[in-house]
C-alpha cells in the first residue's frame, strides 16, 4: 500500500505564521534590519466534539478531561479575528504550495477543532510592543502514522519540501509532564523572507487526536505567563 505524505495542523500554523511577519514593514528612514518575530495564527474553527468553555480565567473541556487556567487580564480571540487571521495565512501558503499539496493542506485544516485562543493583549487593539498569544487545538490523525507526538511534529517538518519557507527544530525534542501526563515539547524555528517566527508545541496523543498547546513569545516575562498556565493543566 502507498503511503499517503501526511500533512499535519502543525505544518498550517507555521506557514500561516509567516503571513503577518511578512507583511509587516519597518519605520523610518533608517530602520534597522527586522527584528526576530514570534507569531502564532489560528486554523480554520469546527464544532469539535467537546468544544469546551472560558469560565472567568478557567477553560475546561469534557472530551479531553481537561481544564486550566489563562493568565489574569489575557483576552480570549474571537470568531471573526481567527477567520480573519487564517485567511491572511492562507495566502502565504497558497503562494508556495503545489496544488497536490494545498489540497493536503485544506484536508488538514478539515481536521482541526480550535478549543481556545487567547492573547495577552485584544487583538483588536493595535499596540506597539508585540502582542503574546496562546492557542489549545485539537487534531484528528491518523494513528497507524502518526503514533508519537515526536511523529505529529516530523511529519509537519517533512511537509515543508517544495515550500518556500523552511522550518526547523530548535534543540532537541523534550519530554515533559503536564498534568501529570507526559507531552512532547518542541521549539520550532521557521525562516520566511527576512524574518524568523518561532513557537513552542506541547503535544499529546489522546483519543484518536493531537492536543496541542502553541505559544508565540517575545521575552521571559510572556513565557512566565506561559509556564504557568501550562503548570494548571489538570486531567480528570
Not at 475546561?60 to 477567520?83: E, Q
Amino acid at each position: 500500500m502507498k503511503r499517503v505524505p501526511t500533512i499535519t495542523v502543525l505544518t498550517v500554523l507555521i506557514l500561516a505564521a509567516a503571513a503577518p511577519a511578512l507583511a509587516q514593514k519597518p519605520r523610518g528612514k533608517a530602520a534597522p534590519p527586522p527584528p526576530k518575530e514570534i507569531v502564532v495564527i489560528a486554523p480554520v474553527e469546527r464544532v469539535p466534539v467537546n468544544q469546551g468553555r472560558l469560565e472567568g480565567d478557567t477553560y475546561s473541556n469534557d472530551f479531553f478531561g481537561l481544564s486550566f487556567s489563562v493568565a489574569p487580564g489575557w483576552v480570549a480571540v474571537d470568531h471573526t479575528t481567527r477567520k480573519s487571521i487564517q485567511k491572511e495565512g492562507m495566502e502565504v501558503i497558497a503562494e508556495g504550495a503545489s496544488e497536490k499539496k494545498k489540497a493536503q493542506l485544506d484536508a488538514a485544516m478539515a481536521r482541526v477543532f480550535v478549543l481556545l485562543n487567547v492573547s495577552k493583549y485584544d487583538v483588536n487593539t493595535p499596540r506597539p510592543e508585540f502582542n503574546a498569544l496562546l492557542s489549545c487545538i485539537a487534531e484528528r490523525v491518523p494513528t497507524a502514522v502518526i503514533k508519537t507526538g515526536g511523529d505529529y511534529i516530523a511529519a509537519s517538518l517533512r511537509a515543508f519540501n517544495g515550500m518556500n519557507a523552511k522550518a526547523e527544530v530548535v534543540g532537541r525534542l523534550r519530554t515533559e509532564t503536564v498534568g501529570g501526563l507526559p507531552f512532547t515539547v518542541a521549539d520550532i524555528k521557521v525562516t520566511a523572507g527576512p524574518r524568523v517566527i518561532a513557537q513552542r508545541y506541547h503535544v499529546r496523543l489522546v483519543k484518536g487526536h493531537a492536543l496541542v498547546f502553541i505559544f508565540a513569545y517575545m521575552d521571559e516575562e510572556d513565557l512566565k505567563a506561559y509556564n504557568g498556565m501550562i503548570r494548571s493543566v489538570k486531567f480528570k
